[in-house]
């Protein structure tokens, strides 16, 4: 049963420390997302990759935030320094370019 | 800028009853629709797709509809049970091309199906 992994499910660290979450796509899939769900806000675009290149990352703090696809299997949302407001639940997902998008279970994220 | 709205935003329901939740969108030029189910802590799990030449498509006792030209599209539970409660979400999908392909999300219908 193919799914994302998302690591880690709960993080609760310190303002200013570095956050780093990891995303492991669907085999095959090319696409891949970054999204960021907060009450508030609802759920937003961070980052967009295809084919492991940066599309658009128009949605991210681009001071603090930095997103890489170092291997097809591999996703990663570096945050550095983290702050109370980046509290969230973060989620990755995958697809085939125009076709059915799958999510993780996310990652909750909690800065003190 | 694509603009998608869900209506209502909250449902409440007697087990048993059919219910629809709306979906509009404000750029009818999209590539697909899809429609997703949330539960409290966990993540997205997709539901149905329906790509643009489509009107509809059907799952189990899913159907979701697409009126392109309109900008609308429901969802429609037939016998709704109790396991059927959580967050329902359409999201579009703007085509591809040079700056890539997204979905841009509604903010949700949260639907509670009483015993």
């Known amino acids: 049963d193919a799914r994302v992994t998302q690591t880690p499910r709960d993080k609760v660290t310190e303002m200013g420390q570095e956050v780093t979450m990891r995303c492991q796509p669907i085999?095959?899939?090319?696409?891949v997302f970054w999204y960021r769900q907060t009450m508030k806000q609802g759920l937003e675009l961070l980052a967009y990759f295809r084919n492991r290149a940066p599309l658009d990352d128009s949605g991210m703090p681009k001071d603090r935030f930095s997103a890489e696809m170092p291997d097809a299997t591999l996703a990663t949302l570096k945050i550095q320094p983290s702050e109370p407001r980046d509290s969230a639940v973060y989620f990755c997902a995958s697809g085939s370019e125009g076709r059915e998008l799958f999510f993780g279970e996310g990652s909750r994220l909690t800065v003190l | 800028k694509q603009e998608v709205t869900q209506i209502p935003a909250a449902l409440s329901v007697p087990e048993g009853e059919n219910l629809v939740l709306n979906c509009s969108f404000t750029?009818?030029?999209?590539?697909?629709l899809q429609w997703f189910r949330q539960d409290p802590g966990k993540g997205l799990t997709s539901l149905l797709l329906?790509?643009?030449?489509?009107r509809e498509q059907t799952s189990g006792r899913l159907n979701a509809s697409l009126d392109k030209s309109s900008g609308r599209s429901t969802l429609y539970i037939a016998a709704s049970q109790p396991g059927d409660s959580a967050t329902y979400l359409c999201?579009?999908?703007?085509?591809?091309?040079?700056?890539?392909?997204?979905?841009?999300f509604g903010e949700g219908t949260q639907l509670t199906v009483n015993p």
């Open positions: 329906i790509q643009s030449s489509q």
């Open positions: 085999l095959g899939h090319n696409t």
């Open positions: 750029d009818s030029a999209i590539y697909n």
């Open positions: 999201a579009v999908h703007r085509g591809g091309g040079t700056s890539g392909s997204r979905l841009t």
